[in-house]
């Protein structure tokens, strides 16, 4: 009965809306992948630890966030977040920017360490990949501005030292439509990540209350991932439908809350 039908944000927002404060409060939102068969995003208050918003879309592209924020947007009126922490995908950045406007935006630091790794290997034959990967790791040190100015300075002087590794060119073989390309592509990409936008790996530092990762949801996802796990075999109906309930159950904290829950659900459904 439960999985056949979709419990809304929407509902859910109108019987248990989120706790007021007038206290600052940070935004974040991550999605949490389906079997390649679509996103499970969540929106959440990170300062409250609230999830504010749900809802399942094919990809994390523009028009899915835009869509959910747009509605989010309409239900806070005046209470917008102070501050955002994310992934830093473009489509992310430009609903933050288009809703919240020029609040600050934290760039989590775990997924760019995370990234660094997967383009970096900890086994690299290459000396300067292996410096490029432990520079990268010690990013989540960082707590102070003394501290990032040391992290930069590594930075830096490992572009003095290997620097020419990532304009190095490989020619190809003829009859291949390219004629070249970079030796070290995973290097090259690995330094585009940890040298753009690199203002926005320090945010928290001038933000109080500003977390430099989006753990939060990171562990909104791990919990969805394990209730899910006990509940293998459901189609991706009833998977959706279940993550739905779980976020409603998230918002529930007494017997009476879930009560008005469960009478309003049952209204809309007569």
């Not at 509902?11 to 989120?18: A, G, K, Q, S």
Request: aromatic residues 12%; positive net charge; hydrophobic residues 40%.
């Amino acid at each position: 009965m439960f999985l056949a039908a979709v419990v809304s944000p929407e509902l859910v927002w109108n019987v248990l809306p989120p706790r007021k404060t007038e206290e600052k409060w940070c935004y974040g939102v991550d999605g949490k992948w389906l079997h390649r068969e679509g996103v499970f995003l969540v929106h959440r208050d990170i300062t409250h630890k609230q999830n504010l918003w749900w809802s399942y879309v094919p990809s994390e592209s523009y028009a899915a966030l835009d869509n959910d924020v747009k509605h989010l947007v309409g239900l806070l009126g005046t209470n917008t977040p102070a501050s955002a922490v994310s992934d830093w995908k473009r489509a992310i950045q430009m609903a933050v920017g288009q809703y919240f406007g020029l609040i600050p935006h934290q760039r989590c630091l775990a997924h760019v360490i995370r990234y660094s790794n997967t383009l970096l290997p900890k086994r690299s034959p290459l000396l300067a990949t292996r410096h490029l990967r432990a520079i990268g790791k010690s990013l989540l040190n960082v707590e102070n501005v003394e501290e990032k100015g040391q992290w930069l300075h590594l930075l830096t002087n490992w572009g003095y030292e290997y620097g020419h590794l990532l304009i190095e060119k490989t020619v190809v073989p003829s009859g291949s439509r390219r004629k070249w390309w970079y030796t070290h592509g995973s290097l090259r990409r690995g330094w585009r990540l940890l040298t753009t936008d690199t203002n926005f790996f320090f945010s928290f530092l001038t933000i109080k209350g500003l977390p430099k990762t989006n753990n939060s949801l990171e562990g909104v996802n791990r919990n969805l991932n394990g209730k899910l796990g006990d509940h293998r075999g459901l189609i991706l109906s009833y998977q959706v439908s279940f993550l739905s309930w779980v976020m409603a159950f998230s918002r529930v904290t007494t017997d009476t809350q879930l009560k008005q829950l469960w009478v309003e659900w049952k209204r809309r459904r007569l």
